[in-house]
């Protein structure tokens, strides 16, 4: 089984590639959902959140996603302090989520943050989807009804596309001009002909 990751910065149309690829009969986890799925029911998760923020970390069963943001936000080393709680559970759920697709060649992960997590490990190749940045800018302020100084604000806070494209084995180009299908039907095909492992 090849295991892929399908990355890209917001607005570049990485869920939409994940959809693709499903059509293609490439089951797709998406770990950014997963996460928040596990943030909240995943029981080593909760109880190390409780244990660093107290109980009302959860109300009614549920996050409290603003007293998690007031700490995220307040100091640089709180971001670390929670991922090493979360990203651990995620790469073991999809651990357990690529076992259950025995019968798939090909598998992948979507993951928004997949080199900041360090999922960039558990999988045998990376597809970064580009767009150019207006283009991005455009597609997030209309997707999430945001200000374009919100989406530049997101866009700096992640890693730097050409980054992300330096460090990928592949590079899909979303630019609503150069066609998808054929360019995933050539990287499939190579992975499948080359039985791609790093």
């Known amino acids: 089984m090849i295991k892929i990751a399908v990355t890209g910065g917001i607005g570049s149309g990485k869920s939409y590639i994940s959809h693709l690829l499903e059509n293609m009969h490439i089951p797709v986890y998406n770990a950014d959902n997963e996460a928040k799925r596990l943030t909240v029911f995943d029981a080593g998760i909760r109880g190390e959140l409780i244990a660093l923020l107290g109980e009302e970390v959860y109300k009614d069963g549920l996050l409290n996603k603003p007293l998690l943001a007031s700490y995220l936000f307040s100091n ?3 971001v670390l302090q929670i991922n090493s709680i979360i990203h651990p559970r995620v790469r073991k759920d999809f651990t357990v989520w690529v076992e259950r697709q025995e019968k798939c060649e090909i598998v ?9 997590a360090g999922f960039q490990d ?21 997707r999430d009804g945001a200000s374009e100084e919100q989406v530049r604000a997101r866009i700096a806070a992640q890693m730097d596309d050409e980054e992300k494209r330096r460090r ?6 979303n630019d609503g001009v150069q066609l998808l299908i054929p360019q995933l039907n ?13």
């Open 76 to 78: 640089p080393a709180h």
């Open 108 to 116: 992948g992960m979507e993951s928004a943050i997949l080199y900041e």
């Open 122 to 142: 558990t999988v045998d190749a990376v597809i970064m989807v580009y767009a150019p940045v207006e283009l991005r800018i455009q597609r997030a302020m209309y």
């Open 168 to 173: 990928a084995d592949f590079t899909v180009v």
């Open 186 to 198: 050539r990287i499939v095909e190579q992975l499948k002909t080359e039985k791609f492992i790093l």
